[in-house]
């Protein structure tokens, strides 16, 4: 079944904490879902201060009943304490939690990494190589063609 891309409607939740990695990822998701005709009209992007923040902004999006596909983007970097546990297990869970409550689909692209080495790897720029970003845009809308299920 293909995907009637004049009526998705698509919102990306992004984190502003490590933003430049996120704004790779961000552009990585923009790039796949123009590539596959989704206009930048229907998007809508929310920024938060972190991760911890977006399973909240991803409720209230989801309260709206307008989005098709929900895209959450972020990087978690351990630290030297158990922060890192906390925020990205939090995240994970109330984002999992939102999907399977909601069956809208809510895509997890929050990178959760040990160091900023391997979030910049995840997040390249240069589309031969692999952006997480990019990852889930696809994803979304692979779940969307879903949707007759």
């Not at 911890?52 to 991803?58: A, K, R, S, Y």
Request: hydrophobic residues 40%; neutral net charge; contains cysteine.
């Amino acid at each position: 079944m293909a995907t009637k891309k004049n009526n998705i409607h698509i919102a990306i939740v992004a984190s502003n904490f490590n933003r430049n990695i996120v704004d790779r990822l961000y552009s990585g998701a923009i790039s796949t879902l123009e590539k596959n005709g989704i206009n930048e009209d229907k998007v809508k992007v929310v920024r938060v201060p972190g991760a911890f923040e977006i399973p909240v902004t991803v409720k209230s999006l989801l309260d709206k009943k307008q989005y098709n596909a929900i895209i959450t983007l972020g990087v978690i970097i351990r630290g030297e304490t158990p922060h890192f546990e906390y925020i990205s297990n939090a995240c994970a869970h109330g984002i999992s939690q939102l999907a399977i409550n909601s069956g809208t689909p809510i895509i997890f692209g929050v990178l959760t990494v040990d160091n900023k080495t391997q979030a910049e790897k995840r997040s390249n720029i240069d589309p031969m190589e692999k952006n997480k970003g990019s990852e889930a845009a696809q994803a979304a809308l692979d779940m969307v063609d879903l949707d007759w299920l």
